[in-house]
């Protein structure tokens, strides 16, 4: 494991087992959440400085320009519809990652799935979420979800900590439409806490176009 994709592979795709992976049912509890102000269906999102517009099937999105798609020998998560990877400096010693995971049946819900992913990062990391769950108004969706986690990262790679944090969002689409998840991983210095709530402000869901993915 080359050290672009250690950070990735390993704490950053730890619930990848179950990120969209047919989960079903209602969770017995469902995350605590804070709601977002609420925005309508027609919506166009601003894109923040120094990001780039993308879209995965219906979803549309915003990335910072600096992340790109890693080849495909380097992919850590083959699955997702899109991967993507950071830059790597003195201040960010490890590769940021952004993952879009899209589900087209057997899903379960957005709740379902992010009680699946704390039960995960509290059992394999001992971490809880940093923050209340948010709960971001999508236009176009018909509920979102986005949990925050903090968490030292090391490996045979990186055998000093480094402080790191992750966002894990899903996006539920009305009706049996598909459930959409995005991961975004990286050191803190690169990942500031204000990013997620950057990111969730850029997210719509429109009618699919022709093609599945590219620019909307």
Partial sequence: MNLDRSLTAAAFLLTAATTLAGCSGTPSHSPSATRLPSASPSYAPAV???????????????H???????????RAQPSAAIELGGP??????????????????GYG??????????????????????RPAV????PGAETAIMLEFDFPYTDGHQPTPVASRQFEIYVQTPGAGPLYGIRFGGPAT???????????????????????????
């Fill in 109 to 130: 819900s957005a709740d379902a799935q992010a009680a699946v992913t704390i039960s995960n990062y509290k059992a394999r990391l001992g971490s809880d979420p940093s």
């Fill in 190 to 216: 690169y990942l500031t806490p204000d990013l997620g709530e950057r990111l969730v402000d850029t997210l719509r869901l429109t009618p699919a176009p022709a093609t599945t993915a590219g620019k909307p």
């Fill in 48 to 62: 923040p400085p120094g990001w780039i517009r993308d879209r995965v099937d219906g979803l549309t999105f915003a």
């Fill in 88 to 105: 790597v400096s003195a201040q960010v010693p490890i590769s940021p990652g952004f993952f879009v995971f899209e589900q087209t049946s």
């Fill in 64 to 74: 910072p320009a600096d992340l790109v798609p890693r080849p495909a020998t380097e």
């Fill in 135 to 138: 709960r971001p108004t999508v």
